[in-house]
């Protein structure tokens, strides 16, 4: 299934998670494990792509059980995150679609980014990723 807006939000549903709009103060989306409620801050968002890729950000934080409160280490923080972005990008840009697109031509971030329908980056951290996994 494609990355797309509309199939994350489908994900969401599927999964009984609730998204809604609200103004946060210092960053553009946050996952409440308590409600199952992801919520998003549309007035910062860019656009599409960068909507979908953080509700799938988001979404690996239920995935994964990858919750923390402001109150805990940063170690546990950047290990939730983390987590939560390796989901992101296992469902986003899988190995296979970046090999395909490498393939087809695709050289440069700016490419790989058009022809997988994500940002720069993403495709960067999703490079950076697999390469650690010795994946590409």
């Known amino acids: 299934m494609p990355?797309?807006?509309?199939?994350?939000m489908a994900l969401a549903k599927d999964n009984g998670i609730n998204?809604?709009?609200?103004?946060?103060?210092?960053?553009k989306s946050?996952?409440?494990?308590?409600?199952?409620t992801l919520i998003l801050d549309g007035k910062r968002m860019r656009g599409n792509r960068e909507a979908t890729e953080l509700i799938y950000h988001e979404l690996g934080h239920f995935a994964t059980g990858s919750f923390y409160t402001i109150a805990a280490p940063l170690q546990t923080w950047g290990r939730c995150e983390a987590?939560?972005?390796?989901?992101?990008?296992?469902?986003?840009?899988?190995?296979d679609r970046i090999r395909k697109a490498l393939k087809d031509g695709n050289r440069t971030y700016w490419e790989l980014a058009e022809a997988l329908d994500v940002s720069e980056s993403?495709?960067?951290?999703?490079i950076d990723f697999y390469t650690r996994k010795r994946q590409l």
């Not at 990355?3 to 994350?8: D, G, I, K, R, S």
């Open 3 to 8: 990355a797309t807006l509309e199939n994350a």
């Open 19 to 27: 998204i809604i709009d609200f103004r946060l103060p210092y960053i």
């Open 30 to 36: 946050a996952a409440h494990s308590e409600t199952k």
């Open 83 to 95: 987590r939560a972005d390796a989901w992101s990008i296992q469902h986003m840009c899988p190995a």
């Open 122 to 126: 993403f495709v960067i951290k999703a």
